[in-house]
């Protein structure tokens, strides 16, 4: 079970349920995209003028996988992750189906994995730099990094949807301390310190 909490105005919050709610709001913009703004599957393959080899369905799961992959690192010690180790040209980069349900299943695995890890579990992180290296790491660090890395593939989805003409919610692709410094409303918008 989750067991770190950190104290803040006299109250106890526990991080790592607030970095799941964080991760799970970033993949549900994700799923709004798909129901709300996209119409086609053919949009998920559209290559960006600016961003050449980028279409949206690989962003999407590339963002994706990376949840993937940290959740799956934690089933059993030693915990050892590996970015690198993705699966391209998968189903959910040509369907707003199979995009959908890839994302919602993350999104309960996430839900399963994260309150019953701790914030601050070792992890072994493998990098191809091209050459392979290990870096010292825990799980709560690289459930913000995955956040941080999908906000970042969001905003070049938000390029390439823009290409296509169609306009998307205004905290879409934006990291959370941009939308607080910004004071937006939005999910992700509002400091909670």
Same mark, same amino acid.
């Given at each position: 079970?989750?067991?770190?909490?950190?104290?803040?105005?006299? =109250?106890?919050?526990?991080?790592?349920?607030?970095?799941?709610?964080?991760?799970?709001?970033?993949?549900?913009?994700?799923? #709004?995209?798909? !129901?709300?703004?996209?119409?086609?599957?053919?949009?998920? &393959?559209?290559?960006?003028? /600016?961003?050449?080899?980028?279409?949206?369905?690989?962003?999407?799961?590339? %963002?994706? !996988?990376?949840?993937?992959?940290? %959740?799956?690192? =934690?089933?059993?010690?030693?915990?050892?992750?590996? $970015? #690198?180790?993705?699966?391209?040209?998968?189903?959910?980069?040509?369907?707003?189906?199979?995009?959908?349900?890839?994302?919602? #299943? &993350?999104?309960?695995?996430?839900?399963?994995?994260?309150? #019953?890890?701790?914030?601050?579990?070792?992890?072994?992180?493998?990098?191809?730099?091209?050459?392979?290296?290990? /870096?010292? &790491?825990?799980?709560?660090?690289?459930?913000?990094?995955?956040?941080?890395?999908?906000?970042?593939?969001?905003?070049?989805?938000?390029?390439? %949807?823009?290409?296509?003409?169609?306009?998307?919610?205004?905290?879409?692709?934006?990291?959370?301390?941009?939308?607080? $410094?910004? !004071?937006?409303?939005?999910?992700?918008?509002?400091?909670?310190?």
């Amino acid at each position: 079970m989750s067991t770190h909490n950190t104290t803040i105005n006299g =109250m106890s919050i526990d991080v790592l349920m607030q970095q799941l709610s964080v991760a799970q709001t970033v993949l549900s913009q994700a799923v #709004d995209l798909l !129901d709300n703004y996209l119409t086609s599957d053919e949009q998920l &393959t559209v290559q960006s003028k /600016f961003l050449p080899g980028s279409t949206i369905g690989k962003h999407l799961r590339h %963002a994706r !996988d990376h949840f993937v992959l940290l %959740a799956e690192s =934690m089933n059993t010690p030693p915990y050892i992750l590996c $970015y #690198d180790t993705r699966i391209r040209n998968t189903p959910m980069e040509t369907s707003r189906s199979c995009a959908r349900q890839a994302l919602m #299943d &993350t999104m309960k695995q996430l839900g399963e994995v994260v309150p #019953d890890s701790k914030l601050n579990a070792p992890i072994t992180l493998q990098a191809i730099t091209p050459h392979m290296h290990e /870096f010292q &790491t825990t799980f709560g660090r690289e459930l913000w990094f995955a956040s941080l890395h999908c906000v970042h593939h969001w905003s070049m989805v938000r390029v390439i %949807a823009g290409e296509m003409g169609i306009k998307l919610t205004e905290d879409f692709g934006f990291a959370p301390s941009t939308l607080v $410094y910004q !004071d937006r409303e939005a999910p992700l918008g509002k400091a909670k310190i």
